[in-house]
Protein backbone atom coordinates (compact mmCIF):
# COMPACT_ATOMS: atom_id res chain seq x y z
CA UNK A 1 0.00 0.00 0.00
CA UNK A 2 1.03 4.10 -0.28
CA UNK A 3 1.64 4.14 3.60
CA UNK A 4 1.59 1.88 6.90
CA UNK A 5 -1.58 0.75 7.71
CA UNK A 6 -2.57 0.05 11.13
CA UNK A 7 -6.08 -1.29 12.68
CA UNK A 8 -8.22 -0.56 14.71
CA UNK A 9 -7.75 3.20 14.78
CA UNK A 10 -9.40 3.12 18.63
CA UNK A 11 -9.70 0.13 20.99
CA UNK A 12 -11.52 -0.01 24.17
CA UNK A 13 -10.44 -2.86 26.55
CA UNK A 14 -11.73 -3.76 30.09
CA UNK A 15 -8.81 -4.20 32.44
CA UNK A 16 -7.62 -8.09 31.81
CA UNK A 17 -8.80 -8.45 28.44
CA UNK A 18 -6.31 -9.49 25.49
CA UNK A 19 -6.22 -7.13 22.43
CA UNK A 20 -4.27 -7.60 19.54
CA UNK A 21 -3.18 -4.55 16.64
CA UNK A 22 -2.16 -4.88 13.37
CA UNK A 23 0.15 -2.69 11.66
CA UNK A 24 0.28 -3.55 7.29
CA UNK A 25 3.50 -2.00 6.63
CA UNK A 26 4.55 -0.67 3.05
CA UNK A 27 4.84 -3.03 0.32
CA UNK A 28 8.01 -4.48 0.52
CA UNK A 29 9.94 -3.21 3.27
CA UNK A 30 11.96 -5.26 5.08
CA UNK A 31 12.70 -2.78 8.75
CA UNK A 32 9.35 -3.13 11.02
CA UNK A 33 9.03 -1.61 14.39
CA UNK A 34 6.69 -1.06 17.46
CA UNK A 35 6.38 2.22 19.68
CA UNK A 36 4.55 2.88 22.14
CA UNK A 37 3.25 6.66 23.33
CA UNK A 38 1.84 7.54 26.26
CA UNK A 39 -0.16 10.58 26.53
CA UNK A 40 2.25 13.92 26.90
CA UNK A 41 5.26 11.94 26.02
CA UNK A 42 7.55 10.86 22.90
CA UNK A 43 7.20 7.64 20.85
CA UNK A 44 9.32 4.70 23.43
CA UNK A 45 10.63 1.64 21.37
CA UNK A 46 9.25 -1.20 21.84
CA UNK A 47 10.64 -3.97 19.41
CA UNK A 48 12.41 -4.46 15.99
CA UNK A 49 12.12 -6.42 12.85
CA UNK A 50 13.82 -7.39 10.40
CA UNK A 51 11.34 -9.43 7.76
CA UNK A 52 10.41 -12.16 10.10
CA UNK A 53 13.04 -11.85 12.66
CA UNK A 54 12.44 -10.12 15.75
CA UNK A 55 15.87 -9.06 16.75
CA UNK A 56 15.37 -6.47 19.10
CA UNK A 57 12.25 -6.25 22.15
CA UNK A 58 14.36 -4.90 24.62
CA UNK A 59 11.56 -2.10 24.82
CA UNK A 60 9.33 -4.85 25.27
CA UNK A 61 7.53 -3.52 29.17
CA UNK A 62 6.89 -7.21 30.09
CA UNK A 63 6.14 -10.33 29.52
CA UNK A 64 2.61 -9.43 28.79
CA UNK A 65 3.76 -7.56 25.75
CA UNK A 66 4.48 -10.41 22.34
CA UNK A 67 4.47 -9.07 18.64
CA UNK A 68 5.05 -11.17 15.51
CA UNK A 69 6.01 -10.96 11.75
CA UNK A 70 5.24 -14.77 10.54
CA UNK A 71 5.61 -13.94 6.87
CA UNK A 72 7.92 -10.95 7.20
CA UNK A 73 4.86 -8.70 6.46
CA UNK A 74 2.08 -7.89 8.24
CA UNK A 75 2.76 -7.69 12.21
CA UNK A 76 0.74 -8.08 15.00
CA UNK A 77 1.40 -6.89 18.84
CA UNK A 78 -0.74 -8.47 21.00
CA UNK A 79 -1.11 -7.54 25.04
CA UNK A 80 -2.49 -10.14 27.17
CA UNK A 81 -4.05 -9.08 30.17
CA UNK A 82 -4.10 -5.67 29.73
CA UNK A 83 -3.70 -3.03 32.55
CA UNK A 84 -4.23 0.44 32.62
CA UNK A 85 -0.52 1.56 31.99
CA UNK A 86 -1.03 -0.04 28.89
CA UNK A 87 -3.03 3.17 27.89
CA UNK A 88 -1.29 4.73 24.85
CA UNK A 89 -0.96 5.13 21.17
CA UNK A 90 0.67 2.16 19.53
CA UNK A 91 2.84 3.46 16.81
CA UNK A 92 3.58 1.17 14.03
CA UNK A 93 7.01 1.95 11.55
CA UNK A 94 8.47 0.41 8.99
CA UNK A 95 11.60 1.32 6.45
CA UNK A 96 13.07 -0.49 3.36
CA UNK A 97 16.64 -0.61 4.36
CA UNK A 98 17.92 -3.49 6.19
CA UNK A 99 19.91 -1.95 9.31
CA UNK A 100 17.72 -0.60 11.61
CA UNK A 101 18.45 3.16 11.41
CA UNK A 102 21.43 4.33 8.81
CA UNK A 103 22.23 8.05 7.92
CA UNK A 104 19.23 9.69 7.64
CA UNK A 105 16.69 6.52 7.67
CA UNK A 106 13.28 7.52 7.27
CA UNK A 107 10.88 5.82 9.21
CA UNK A 108 7.59 6.23 8.41
CA UNK A 109 4.68 5.20 10.94
CA UNK A 110 1.54 4.52 10.51
CA UNK A 111 -1.23 6.51 12.41
CA UNK A 112 -1.48 4.69 15.00
CA UNK A 113 -3.54 2.31 17.12
CA UNK A 114 -5.23 4.38 20.74
CA UNK A 115 -5.89 2.12 23.61
CA UNK A 116 -8.00 2.71 26.33
CA UNK A 117 -7.78 0.45 29.10
CA UNK A 118 -10.68 0.61 31.52
CA UNK B 1 16.33 8.67 32.68
CA UNK B 2 15.23 10.98 30.24
CA UNK B 3 17.84 10.94 27.60
CA UNK B 4 15.94 13.17 25.00
CA UNK B 5 14.53 16.61 26.73
CA UNK B 6 12.17 18.94 24.61
CA UNK B 7 11.86 21.41 28.08
CA UNK B 8 8.99 23.63 26.39
CA UNK B 9 6.07 21.85 26.13
CA UNK B 10 4.35 23.98 24.25
CA UNK B 11 4.94 27.23 21.75
CA UNK B 12 2.80 30.05 20.54
CA UNK B 13 4.23 32.37 17.17
CA UNK B 14 2.77 35.08 15.54
CA UNK B 15 2.97 33.61 11.28
CA UNK B 16 5.90 34.98 9.70
CA UNK B 17 8.05 35.30 12.62
CA UNK B 18 10.68 32.67 13.37
CA UNK B 19 9.93 29.49 15.54
CA UNK B 20 12.69 27.65 17.69
CA UNK B 21 12.21 24.73 18.96
CA UNK B 22 14.90 23.14 21.37
CA UNK B 23 16.33 19.92 22.11
CA UNK B 24 18.66 18.58 24.24
CA UNK B 25 20.44 15.13 25.04
CA UNK B 26 22.80 13.52 27.61
CA UNK B 27 24.92 10.48 25.41
CA UNK B 28 27.81 11.75 23.42
CA UNK B 29 27.04 8.49 21.81
CA UNK B 30 24.46 10.00 19.77
CA UNK B 31 25.56 10.95 16.22
CA UNK B 32 22.64 10.65 14.61
CA UNK B 33 19.49 13.81 15.05
CA UNK B 34 16.11 14.18 13.60
CA UNK B 35 13.15 15.87 13.75
CA UNK B 36 9.74 14.80 13.40
CA UNK B 37 6.20 16.81 12.95
CA UNK B 38 3.34 15.18 14.14
CA UNK B 39 -0.63 16.11 13.55
CA UNK B 40 -3.30 15.10 15.60
CA UNK B 41 -4.46 11.84 14.54
CA UNK B 42 -1.55 10.87 12.62
CA UNK B 43 2.10 9.13 13.00
CA UNK B 44 4.49 11.30 13.08
CA UNK B 45 6.64 12.25 9.68
CA UNK B 46 10.42 12.94 8.99
CA UNK B 47 10.90 16.42 8.70
CA UNK B 48 15.03 17.08 8.30
CA UNK B 49 17.78 15.44 10.24
CA UNK B 50 21.59 16.27 10.41
CA UNK B 51 24.76 14.02 11.65
CA UNK B 52 27.31 15.13 14.30
CA UNK B 53 29.83 15.80 11.36
CA UNK B 54 27.88 18.86 10.68
CA UNK B 55 26.37 21.67 12.97
CA UNK B 56 24.20 23.33 10.46
CA UNK B 57 21.36 21.30 7.93
CA UNK B 58 19.03 23.58 6.24
CA UNK B 59 15.93 22.56 4.19
CA UNK B 60 13.94 25.29 3.00
CA UNK B 61 12.17 26.83 5.44
CA UNK B 62 13.68 24.56 7.80
CA UNK B 63 17.21 24.58 9.72
CA UNK B 64 18.51 22.32 11.95
CA UNK B 65 21.65 23.21 14.21
CA UNK B 66 23.73 20.77 16.61
CA UNK B 67 25.89 22.06 19.56
CA UNK B 68 27.80 19.24 20.03
CA UNK B 69 29.71 20.57 23.05
CA UNK B 70 26.32 21.54 24.69
CA UNK B 71 24.51 18.45 23.37
CA UNK B 72 22.02 20.93 21.81
CA UNK B 73 20.04 20.67 19.18
CA UNK B 74 17.40 23.26 17.60
CA UNK B 75 15.11 23.90 14.67
CA UNK B 76 14.56 26.82 13.08
CA UNK B 77 11.29 27.67 10.88
CA UNK B 78 11.20 30.83 9.26
CA UNK B 79 8.79 32.16 7.88
CA UNK B 80 6.27 30.99 10.37
CA UNK B 81 3.02 29.16 8.67
CA UNK B 82 -0.40 28.55 10.27
CA UNK B 83 0.22 25.30 8.63
CA UNK B 84 3.00 24.56 10.53
CA UNK B 85 1.12 23.90 13.79
CA UNK B 86 1.76 20.17 15.36
CA UNK B 87 3.89 18.70 17.69
CA UNK B 88 7.40 18.34 17.09
CA UNK B 89 9.58 16.16 18.57
CA UNK B 90 13.34 15.55 18.27
CA UNK B 91 14.75 11.92 17.84
CA UNK B 92 18.75 10.70 18.36
CA UNK B 93 20.40 7.85 17.66
CA UNK B 94 23.78 6.57 17.76
CA UNK B 95 25.17 4.51 14.47
CA UNK B 96 27.47 2.48 15.83
CA UNK B 97 25.10 0.45 17.57
CA UNK B 98 22.48 1.18 14.71
CA UNK B 99 19.76 1.06 17.84
CA UNK B 100 16.36 2.61 17.89
CA UNK B 101 15.16 5.93 17.69
CA UNK B 102 15.39 7.60 21.09
CA UNK B 103 12.88 10.49 21.31
CA UNK B 104 11.88 13.89 23.13
CA UNK B 105 8.72 14.16 24.52
CA UNK B 106 7.56 16.89 22.08
CA UNK B 107 7.16 20.51 21.58
CA UNK B 108 3.18 21.56 20.05
CA UNK B 109 3.80 24.37 18.13
CA UNK B 110 0.71 27.11 17.36
CA UNK B 111 1.36 29.48 14.75
CA UNK B 112 -1.24 32.39 15.00
CA UNK B 113 -2.81 34.70 12.43
Not at chain 2, 22 to 39: A, I, P, R, V
Not at chain 2, 61 to 67: E, G, H, W, Y
Request: hydrophobic content about 35%.
Amino acid sequence: GAGVSQSPRYKVAKRGQDVALRCDPISGHVSLFWYQQALGQGPEFLTYFQNEAQLDKSGLPSDRFFAERPEGSVSTLKIQRTQQEDSAVYLCASSSLIRQLSGANVLTFGAGSRLTVL
Amino acid sequence: DQQVKQNSPSLSVQEGRISILNCDYTNSMFDYFLWYKKYPAEGPTFLISISSIKDKNEDGRFTVFLNKSAKHLSLHIVPSQPGDSAVYFCAVYSTGTASKLTFGTGTRLQVTL
